[in-house]
Each structure stands twice: as C-alpha cells, then as structure tokens.
C-alpha cells in the first residue's frame, strides 16, 4: 500500500474480532507519532497503550460509571457548537449511518422503528464505553501546560498512528467518549496529573462481517474545499 492508498482507504472501525494485538505491533504503530511535524520540533506527544488486564478493568468501571449516570468529564472541553456547515456534515453523517449501518430511517414516525433505532442507540452507547471491544486503546496525552497549537502536533500524530495501523492490517477508532472518565484511566495506566489525556485511540483486528463497519464516511470533495489562487 501506498502513501495515498493508504489515506484514501483508511476508515473507522467500530467493531473488531476477539484477537490480541501484540505488544510489537502497538509499539510500532505508535513509533509513527513522532515522525508527524510538530511546532519548532516541540515534540509533545506522550502516549499510555490499555491492553489485556488493565483494559479489561478499564472498560468494566467505564460502563459502570455510564449506567449509574456519571457526567463526562473529559480533561479537554467537548460537546462544542458547531458552526452550521460543521453541524449540517454530522448530522448528515448520522443519517447515513442509520441508513448504512442499521437499515433505519431516522425520520421514521413508525413507533416499531423508533424503538429500534432507540435500542440501537442505547447499544451503540455501551459499546463505546466498551471501546468498541477493541483489544487495545492508545490514549494521546500532553502536558496541561500546552497551549492550543499543540493540539495540531497531536492531531498529525494521531494521523500517523492511524495510517501506520492501516499498513500492519490493524484499525482504529479515535474517539473523545473514551477519555470521558480520566480519573478511571489516571489510576490504572498511572497517568500523572500534569498530563491532559486528550481522548482514546481504540486499535485492533477489524471485523469485516460486523455491520458498524459498513459505512464508508464521505469525503468532501476537494473543488468544495480548495482554492487556487495563480
Ligand atoms: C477528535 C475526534 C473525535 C472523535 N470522536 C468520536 C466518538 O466519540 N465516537 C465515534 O464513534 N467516533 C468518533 N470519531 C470518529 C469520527 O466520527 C470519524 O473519524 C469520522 O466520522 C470520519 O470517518 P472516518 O474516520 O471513517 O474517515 C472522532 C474523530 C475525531 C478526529
């Protein structure tokens, strides 16, 4: 695979199969971060890997802390307000899935298929607590001390993890819900204060048969977003 078919090929992965990612292999994935560019070679990333015992442990009080109706309390903001370009391309995005992943019409006022899509939901939430079931989360940390531009380095970091991933035959989900409860993560993968821990990177063996990898999110074309200027 290519540099570019890696890029244009590589997609989320929700579901993965009950198969381990050794310790080699995650490390690999992970030395790709450092190779991003980062801010006057600042270099701020720092990286915990939940994998086996710890992940196990980490997805039980996950869950539990969601069911008994714990607030998310992401160390960085969430939830913002997306200008309504932003907001239209999830929502958008959302629909799609319904449609894609579980044969649904969102609109639907068919009582039988809100019900569905209610279940669905309610589901799909647990299995995010449960990252995805994957074998191993990466969560990306960085000192609190940071400022915003740092966040660039970060995300050009976890950019090359992802496409590193895809080259070893591995997936990823990125996602903020997993850093939704940091105190649960400080205290197993023994996290020190100082760091923000950004969200998590769930990695494993995609399942190919597993509906949640159906979707194919859409690319905005590129005459929509470029402009050259001779
Ligand atoms: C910063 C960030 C946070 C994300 N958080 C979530 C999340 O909480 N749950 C989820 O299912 N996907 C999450 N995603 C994945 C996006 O939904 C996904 O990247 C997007 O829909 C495009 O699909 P693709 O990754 O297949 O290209 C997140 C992605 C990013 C970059």
């Not at 992965?13 to 994935?29: G, N, W």
């Not at 940071?146 to 990125?174: K, P």
């Amino acid at each position: 695979m290519n540099v570019i078919e890696a890029i244009e090929s590589r997609h989320s992965v929700r579901a993965f199969l009950d198969k381990p990612v050794s310790d080699e292999l995650l490390t690999r994935v992970v030395a790709a971060a450092p190779c991003a560019p980062s801010w006057a070679c600042t270099r701020p990333w720092i990286y915990y890997v939940a994998t086996g015992d710890v992940l196990k442990r980490i997805r039980e009080q996950y869950v539990e802390l969601y069911t008994s109706g714990a607030p998310r309390a992401n160390d960085l903001p969430t939830e913002p307000k997306w200008p309504e370009r932003e907001n239209e391309n999830q929502l958008a995005w959302g629909r799609q899935r319904c449609r894609v992943q579980w044969n649904i019409d969102p609109n639907s006022t068919d009582p039988a298929e809100q019900a569905r899509f209610d279940a669905i939901k309610k589901h799909m939430r647990i299995m995010a607590m449960r990252f995805f079931d994957a074998p191993a989360v990466i969560f990306p940390c960085m000192d609190k001390r940071l400022h915003n531009w740092a966040l660039y380095d970060m995300g050009a970091g976890s950019m090359n993890i992802q496409l590193a991933a895809h080259e070893l035959g591995l997936g990823c989900i990125t996602a903020y819900h997993m850093g939704c409860y940091p105190e649960v993560l400080r205290r197993e993968l023994n996290i020190p204060e100082h760091l923000n821990i950004l969200l998590g990177i769930a990695v494993g063996y995609k399942d190919e048969e597993s509906c949640e990898n159906r979707d194919k999110a859409v690319r905005t074309p590129v005459d929509e977003i470029l402009t050259i200027v001779h």
